[in-house]
C-alpha cells in the first residue's frame, strides 16, 4: 500500500473514508482467509496419494497440513503429476507444488524453498539380474510416465529401455507380482542411522540415479 494525501473538502474526506475503510478490512480479512492452493501428485505413495473419495494422505499432505495450520490459513489440494504440478503453478492455477525434486537447471518461472526432505531417485533390478553396468542392461525398466524421473534417466542413459505406467499403483501391481525385470521409484534417503526403506521382496538396489 501506498499513503498518499489529497486535499479534498472536510465532507468529501468523510465520504471517501468509508469505501477506503471498507477495502482495507475486506483486504484484511481476505489475507487472513487465503487458501493456498497446493498442487500435488496424485499417486505418488508415500508421499501423497488421492482415493476415489476424495480423501488425500501421505508425508507431504501431512506436512502441508501442518504448516497450514500454523500459519493460519486454508488449503485446496490439486491432484496432478508431477508435470500437470508445474504447469498449474506455471498458469496461476495453484500457489505452490507440494514437492518437487531440485534441478540444477530449474524450471523457468519456478522458485525453490529450503528442501523439506532428502530423497534417492533409485534403480531396483530382480534378484538374479545382474548386468555389469547400467549400460548392459537389456530389459525393460518399469517407470512412472509423465514423471520427472524419466525425462532425467533419458537425458543419462538414453539407451535403456523403459516400460512407462501411469500410475504408482499400476507399477506397484506389476512388481509385486514380479512381472518386470527392474523399476525406478523416489525413496527416503536414510535419517538418523535408521534403515528408511527396506527394499521390495525379489528385487535390490541396483544404483542410485540422482539424489
Not at 66 to 82: H, M, Q, R
Request: proline fraction near 4%; include cysteine.
Amino acid at each position: 500500500f501506498f499513503l498518499f494525501k489529497i486535499n479534498f473538502g472536510q465532507d468529501m474526506k468523510s465520504i471517501i473514508q468509508i469505501p477506503l475503510l471498507l477495502f482495507l478490512l475486506l483486504y484484511t480479512t481476505s489475507l487472513q482467509s487465503r487458501t493456498i492452493k497446493v498442487a500435488t501428485q496424485r499417486d505418488y505413495y508415500p508421499y501423497s496419494s488421492f482415493d476415489s473419495l476424495g480423501i488425500y494422505e501421505g508425508f507431504l499432505i501431512d506436512w502441508w497440513e501442518l504448516w497450514a495450520l500454523k500459519a493460519g490459513v486454508d488449503l485446496e489440494f490439486i491432484p496432478g503429476s508431477t508435470m500437470d504440478c508445474i504447469d498449474l503453478v506455471l498458469k496461476g492455477k495453484a500457489d505452490v507444488v507440494s514437492g518437487l525434486f531440485f534441478e540444477e537447471d530449474g524450471h523457468e518461472g519456478l522458485e525453490y524453498s529450503e528442501s523439506i526432505f532428502s530423497l534417492n531417485t533409485t534403480l531396483f533390478l530382480k534378484n538374479g539380474y545382474d548386468p555389469k553396468s547400467i549400460y548392459e542392461i537389456d530389459r525393460p525398466i518399469g517407470i512412472i510416465k509423465n514423471e520427472l524421473a524419466h525425462q532425467n534417466l533419458i537425458a543419462k542413459y538414453p539407451q535403456l529401455k523403459l516400460e512407462y505406467f501411469d500410475s504408482f499403483s499400476d507399477l506397484q501391481n506389476k512388481v509385486q507380482d514380479k512381472e518386470v525385470a527392474g523399476f525406478i521409484y523416489d525413496l527416503p534417503f536414510p535419517l538418523f542411522g535408521d534403515q528408511a526403506y527396506t527394499g521390495v521382496e525379489g528385487y535390490s538396489e541396483y544404483l542410485v540415479i540422482r539424489s
